[in-house]
């Protein structure tokens, strides 16, 4: 695949533009190993021309309140993005190594098919609600309770799911009636830059409602964002490390801080499930993307009476899993996105065998893979509970089976984490399956293979995993603030 129409400019102010002093960057593809490219990066004075240029589009145009143009830009955006889906495509292959089937699925396509949707919402929306005639303190009053974006919102974003994540920002957000400043994560940037040059090309969005940032070091602009008090909103999705920081800088200001972060996921099977149904899910499940999903159940709880078939099964599965080149259709998984993510979950490995987990599948980097940064589909039993690769995100195709006596006991496992991201849970009666599904304390779960992802599901989680849903009615609802405006009756 050639890498034709890459656009690594910033959109700042409606203009593709250089960083300032032009100041550069290489973006490596993880596969290969080889600079695909370079990337903008952004300093700290683009990032205030950027602030500036988003507060003045809020402040100083029509856009918070014309639905039809925002209607309009956001479908134009859409059918840019349909009619380049094949110059796209390449492009994220090779800065997220994101294998070529999930481009056609939740990676790209899928995404963009679901802006459709994003817009509908807000088209339908209601808007404004009246309230019934009220007196207070002798005052008889109607009221009118009127939905309004919050202002200016800095969208940040992770390398995972760069695309699907920098859409399902800035179409709510947009659509809301708010200006944004995107910030991407430095190791995806052309998923950010190549939606502004369609912008810059194909829309009439007002210059300034929507700008571009990527840049090298991400705490730098990042920071500038988060603490600017003329930014009304961070809208984050990252590490659970990371959400926290920037939720103490937003506390400053007061900003509405709406955070996406990270999941330690548990697949509870109970002993009345089919196996051969269950657990070749589980296997796809953390290897699809390398594991490198918030979402992805990476704990998978079996019960003791049927343990050793449990293991041996899962074995099975991890070991007939096609990965490598992200480029062949084949494969389900390519590698992670860089050396130190590849070196952070090798750590973890080591740490699960010092730990005193049993390795039962791989551990290692593949022999036969030379270059990329490619990690073994791994699978570890007789994991405890409370042990750092049961307890930690890792991030990797790494599976931790942990062994538990009844459904109160499973229960307790899956919601022993700091994290209350997603889950799954299989069953030969869907009654029990569901009974349990509602005991677990996470966003989103799965029953018997059920999918949950789409377009109008909310999405995000409880504890630690996160403040708030992305997607869905809820998702959209996460950009409006509410007034009430009251007069005599
Ligand atoms: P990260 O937290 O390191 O980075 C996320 C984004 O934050 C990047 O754009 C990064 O440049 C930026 N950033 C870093 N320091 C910053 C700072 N000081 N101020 C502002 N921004 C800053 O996360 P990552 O490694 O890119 O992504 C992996 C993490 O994302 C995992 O923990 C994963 O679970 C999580 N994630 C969560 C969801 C979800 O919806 N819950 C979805 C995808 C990924």
Known sequence: MSLEGVESRLLIDGELTEASG????????????????????????????????ARRAFDETGWSRDLDLRKKCLQQLHEALVANREVLRPQIIAEVGAPLGLTYAVQQDTCIDDMLWDIGVAVDFAWERDLPENEFFGIKSRRVVVHEPVGVVAAITPWNFPFMLNLAKIVPALMAGNTVVLKAAPDTPWSATFIGKLVAENTDLPAGALNILTAFHPAEVGDALTGDPRVDMVSFTGSTAVGKHIAKRGADNVKKVFLELGGKSAHIVLDDADFAAALPGAAIGVCTHAGQGCAIPTRLLLPRS????????MAENMRGMKYGDPTNVENLMGPLISAKQRDRVLAYIEKGKAEGARLVVGGGRPAHLEKGFFVEPTLFADVDPDSTIAQ?????????????????????IANHSRYGLSGAVSSGSLDR???????????????????????DTPFGGYKESGTGREHGLEGFVEYL????IAYPA
């Open 392 to 412: 930690e995100e890792i991030f990797g195709p790494v599976l931790s089976v942990i062994p538990y006596d009844d459904e109160d006991d499973a229960v307790r």
């Open 481 to 484: 603030e509410t007034k009430t």
């Open 433 to 455: 399956a569901m009974a349990v599904a509602r005991r677990i304390r996470t966003g989103t779960l799965s029953v018997n293979g059920g999918m949950w992802f789409a377009a």
């Open 22 to 53: 032009s100041r550069v960057y290489d973006n490596i593809n993880p596969a290969t190993e080889e600079v695909a490219g370079e990337a903008a990066d952004a300093s700290l004075e683009d990032a205030d021309r950027a602030i500036a240029a």
């Open 306 to 313: 049927r343990y050793d078939e449990g293991i041996e099964q």
